[in-house]
Each structure stands twice: as structure tokens, then as C-alpha cells.
């Protein structure tokens, strides 16, 4: 049983990173939120009535809406058509069936963050840190230096103490990322 839970995370890892770099490489800018809003609800609105692969996996779900495997394909489709409000509901639905898969969290704080949740994909980024267990962290190094990059920059202004701890993890973990080495110059000078 246990190698099997294994597996099946390495399986969504692996579905994940063949799914795009969108995973790994979040973005940060900000936007006007209402119009963002408006975009997601008619992006949402579009790929709920045109979008054959994810009325595939929705009736997949529907049949077995425990099938883990079936979920992540789904969140990574919404992902894909820049659905952010299916895609966090349906990352939510797989960190409530496997509650210590880090992997889950960060797709979910990435999906916040697009859809301009701000506070929501810092809450979901500090869950994925949280989450990362011992034997996981080198295979997520990237992942976990961008995770406490963005709380990081989430936190510059209203605390900047705790802000250069994140920072100097990220850069623990990533120091080639520019951006951090930028944000780890601007806390400390």
C-alpha cells in the first residue's frame, strides 16, 4: 500500500511537470484585478461549453470522483485554459484526498496567484513549504525557492524581518534567481 501511495505521487508529480513549466515558473506581476475577474469568468464561462478534454474528464470524475489521477488531469486542464476558479476548486478537491502531497498546494497557490488571490496563494504556497517532506526537498528545490520567493515579496512591506528569512531560504535554494538576489539586495540594504 505504501509503495503504491508513492507511486501515485511520483505519477502526479510526473503528469505535472510534463503538463507545462507553467508549474514551476509562477509569475508575480501584478494586474488590474476587476478586469482579471471579468477574464476569468468569461474564460470560464468559454471553456466550460468548448473544452472536449475537460467534459472528458469531468464525466472521468464524475464516474469516480476519487480518482485522484483523473482530478489532477482536470486541474491541469483548467490550468491549462486559464480557468483559475475550476482549477483551484479541483486542486482543493485532491489536497482533501491526499492531504500530505505538497505537489497539490503549490499547483493550487499558482492557480490563486493567477487569478490574482494574493492572500489565498501566500496561505497556499506556505502550505506546500509545510508539506515538503525531508526526502522530497531536493526534487522540489526550485519549487520551494519560488514558494518562499513569493512570500517574500508578499511580506516586504508590511514585514520585512520576516520577509529576508524567506528570501534567504529561497536563495538557499535557487541563488541563481535573479529576481531573488534583487529582492535579497532591496531587504538588506
Avoid: C
Amino acid at each position: 500500500m505504501k509503495m503504491t501511495k508513492m507511486n501515485i505521487r511520483n505519477l502526479f508529480l510526473g503528469l505535472m511537470l510534463v503538463g507545462g513549466v507553467s508549474f514551476v515558473s509562477a509569475q508575480n506581476t501584478q494586474t488590474d484585478s476587476a478586469a482579471g475577474t471579468a477574464n476569468t469568468a468569461a474564460t470560464a464561462t468559454a471553456t466550460q461549453s468548448a473544452n472536449p478534454a475537460i467534459d472528458a474528464l469531468k464525466k472521468q470524475v464524475e464516474t469516480n470522483p476519487k480518482h485522484t489521477e483523473a482530478l489532477a488531469k482536470l486541474a491541469g486542464a483548467y490550468q491549462e485554459a486559464s480557468d483559475w476558479t475550476n482549477a483551484i476548486d479541483t486542486w482543493k478537491k485532491i489536497s482533501v484526498l491526499l492531504p500530505d502531497w505538497a505537489p497539490s498546494y503549490y499547483s493550487q497557490a499558482y492557480a490563486y496567484q493567477n487569478a490574482k488571490d494574493d492572500a489565498n496563494a501566500k496561505l497556499a504556497y506556505e502550505k506546500y513549504i509545510a508539506t515538503v517532506k525531508p526526502e522530497e526537498v531536493e526534487q522540489n528545490k526550485k519549487n520551494l525557492a519560488y514558494a518562499y520567493f513569493y512570500i517574500a515579496f508578499s511580506e516586504q512591506q508590511s514585514n520585512p524581518d520576516k520577509a529576508k528569512e524567506h528570501i534567504a531560504k529561497s536563495l538557499q535554494y535557487d541563488p541563481s534567481n535573479q529576481d531573488a538576489v534583487k529582492l535579497s539586495q532591496a531587504l538588506n540594504s
